[in-house]
């Protein structure tokens, strides 16, 4: 009897007790192979052998680790002694087991109580350290919920992303931001839940505009007793919660009361609320009559790619799809793949009573028993067969094969993208990693420096990185000393993080910290593509760019080879593009180190894929800069413009309500407000409405 395959390593066959004598002894082994060349099958052997000698023959975790300090492999066993010991055969491994027992170089355990509990730690420690040899499941961000909050003020109704530190009841996740805020909009006109901040329900002195569209009942003015907004809210907790029927009778039952009661008025407004129910399950696409909570996993292999598409359904409405494409060896089978992606997929995330999978995953039962221990209740991994529910799956199978099928279209189109722009300016080979740089400012303040990557795949967002400017012997509006600051930071740290050999590559990674049992889950980076193995694999991890595009001219360019020089990086190519006469698209002009300026035709698909990575950078470090403006006006107030003191102020925000109002209000509405004169408007106006440039 074998011992079941472990979900993301089908390639190591186990053994039981009756079998373990026939495996050779650790130390026999050592001997035959002490002699094996440095990195070689042999070696890694010995090395394993060694560490199976003090392996403890208890369920846990063991992770392997490459000379360099980097882990290649995160794996849980039942009995880590055997499962080790099953490495070190002569014979039986895939390519890919044999690479990665080639490279390593230790190996180090973590015991557990339980194999359930070493399950639940494999997914954790996989997400932190991103092993090379494992399924890796990357995500650009966490998912969006509703909170209906529970602290001292009357409930608020909002969309809520990241760590639940506020206290009140969450409901999701929902796939994307829209859906959040299409349901909260129709929530404010079924349960009329104020969604305005703390701050403004304290400031308001009469109903906003939300009340006099029926969107909110106004508890902030006492339009609405406490004790009947608690009813609206309990109405809202039910019908989030799945009791969406019960919720709609009752309402049903109010509003034929008060019509039989000549209360039209009344009447009309259950009758609102109830359209409003009603456009929540209609707008959310298809919602299963039979399930109330539930995810749908299916998913498709091509070409040694893979894609998962995700179906949450809540309250029995669907709240949303979302594809995802892991990174996985292209032999692993999908039962091994989703196994691995159900473990870490839910590290971080709440878990539903029901999972519904296109594929039954490897160790089903025993991913059914961590994740009910972790969500403290039972949950179910079904693959059904006919019904209702085979046809969610079927759907959802449909959707992964189209998705695969974009995003393979999609990267052989940016392959050749890369391959034109590497012909064009000369390159050596198709750019890898596009880093592109631009600054953000108003006269001088509020100066933020932005870059943005892309790749083969696309744009990476996950490695996006935001500079607040700090030095202050910059001249205010100083474009070329800001970039000097953005690019010694950037570089500086890249060169401490992943120094350069002598050849121009980066040198291995320094080692990583341990990691101990107890490590707190992190975020779920972004994977755009899937691209795997070997070379391939180290090569997309590269820190340091192929090509740096900077926003900019002449000016730019110079400062940065100035800055690159002083840090020893002369061969890193450089390439900035100045927008063409009156801005202009298709009439830049390109600047390279040793070329004189230039142009490109104005069809030509390079200068398509350079203007969108330009654009990018600019929405980027616009979007930056307003944010850090927008933060830095809420901590100082309107008294940073000019003729704005704190009489003005009240008078405004009694006026217009929020921030947000204020810095969206026309001219003439600024101008409608006591005690703001038409000049001062003006002034208002101009500090929220002026060039970003």
Excluded at 243 to 263: F, G, H, I, Y
Excluded at 292 to 304: E, K, S
Aim: proline residues 6%; contains cysteine; glycine residues 6%.
């Amino acid at each position: 009897m074998q011992e079941p395959k472990n979900n993301i390593e089908p390639d190591i066959e186990l053994v039981d007790d009756e079998e373990e004598s026939s495996l050779p002894e650790p130390a026999d082994v050592e001997l035959e192979l002490a002699a094996s060349e440095p990195g070689s099958l042999g070696a890694g052997r010995a090395v394993i052998a060694r560490h199976a000698a003090l392996a403890p023959a208890a369920p846990g975790v063991y992770r392997m680790i490459a000379a360099s300090g980097d882990v290649l492999y995160v794996g849980k066993a039942k009995n880590i002694k055997k499962r080790i010991l099953a490495y070190v055969r002569q014979a039986g491994h895939t390519a890919r087991i044999a690479r990665m027992i080639a490279a390593t170089a230790a190996i180090e355990f973590v015991t557990t109580a339980t194999e359930t509990e070493a399950l639940l730690l494999e997914a954790n420690l996989i997400k932190r350290l991103r092993p090379r040899f494992n399924v890796l499941l990357r995500d650009d961000k966490s998912f969006p919920y509703i909170l209906i909050t529970s602290d001292r003020l009357p409930p608020q109704i909002c969309k809520h992303r990241g760590a639940r530190s506020r206290a009140g009841d969450y409901f999701g996740p929902f796939a994307a931001a829209y859906a959040v805020n299409r349901t909260i909009t129709a929530l404010e006109r079924a349960f009329l839940l104020r969604s305005c901040s703390d701050a403004v329900y304290e400031s308001r002195t009469r109903p906003c505009l939300l009340h006099q569209i029926k969107r909110c009942s106004a508890p902030c003015t006492g339009e609405i007793s406490h004790v009947d907004y608690a009813q609206l809210v309990a109405e809202a907790k039910a019908f989030l919660s799945g009791k969406s029927r019960a919720v709609k009778e009752e309402l049903a039952v109010e509003m034929d009361k008060a019509a039989a009661a000549l209360d039209f008025e009344r009447a009309a407004v259950l009758r609102d609320r109830l359209a409003a129910l009603s456009l929540v399950q209609t707008h959310q696409g298809i919602n299963p009559r039979g399930i109330d909570q539930a995810d749908v996993f299916a998913l498709h292999q091509d070409g040694g790619f893979n894609c998962v598409e995700v179906f949450f359904f809540r309250a029995g409405q669907n709240w949303g799809n979302r594809a995802y494409f892991p990174k996985a060896d292209r032999a692993l089978p999908p039962e091994a793949v989703l196994a691995s992606f159900l473990s870490q997929f839910y590290d971080d995330k709440p878990c539903p009573r029901l999972i519904l999978a296109s594929h039954r995953p490897e160790e089903c039962d025993l991913l059914a028993d961590a994740l009910s221990l972790k969500r403290e209740m039972k949950v179910e991994i079904v693959v059904p067969r006919r019904g209702e529910k085979k046809e969610l799956v079927d759907h959802a199978a449909a959707n992964a094969r189209e998705a695969l099928g974009r995003k393979l279209a999609e990267s052989s189109s940016q392959q050749r993208l890369l391959a034109a722009l590497a012909a064009t300016f000369g390159l050596p080979r198709p750019p890898r990693r596009i880093e592109v740089y631009d600054n953000s400012h108003i006269q001088g303040t509020n100066a933020v420096g932005a870059m943005i990557v892309a790749g083969p795949e696309g744009f990476q967002k996950n490695q996006y990185r935001k500079f607040n400017i700090r030095s202050t012997a910059l001249v205010p509006g100083d474009d070329y000393g800001m970039l000097r600051e953005v690019l010694s930071r950037r570089f500086k740290r890249l060169l401490a993080e992943a120094p350069r050999d002598q050849s121009g590559e980066a040198a291995p990674s320094p080692p990583l910290p341990k990691e101990e049992a107890s490590a707190p889950t992190v975020s779920i980076e972004t994977e755009k593509g899937a691209e795997t193995g070997g070379e391939a694999d180290e090569i997309a991890q590269s820190p340091w760019p192929d090509l740096v595009l900077i926003d900019g001219g002449a000016g730019q360019l110079a400062a940065a080879q100035e800055i690159l020089a002083g840090l020893g990086i002369t061969d890193l190519p450089l390439l900035a593009i100045a927008k063409g006469p009156d801005r202009n698209a298709g009439w830049e002009t390109f600047h390279m180190p040793g070329r004189a300026p230039f142009r490109l035709a104005p069809r030509d698909p390079a200068l398509y894929f350079l203007q969108r990575l330009r654009d990018e950078a600019h929405r980027f470090a616009i979007g930056s800069h307003r944010q850090k403006r927008a933060r830095d006006t809420r901590e100082a107030g309107l008294q940073d413009i000019p003729g704005i003191g704190p009489t003005r102020k009240r008078a405004l925000l009694r006026h217009f309500g929020t921030l947000k109002a204020i810095e969206r209000a026309s001219l003439a509405d600024l101008s409608g407000v006591p005690g703001v004169s038409s000049e001062t408007a003006r002034r208002i106006y101009d500090y929220f409405h002026e060039s970003s440039r």
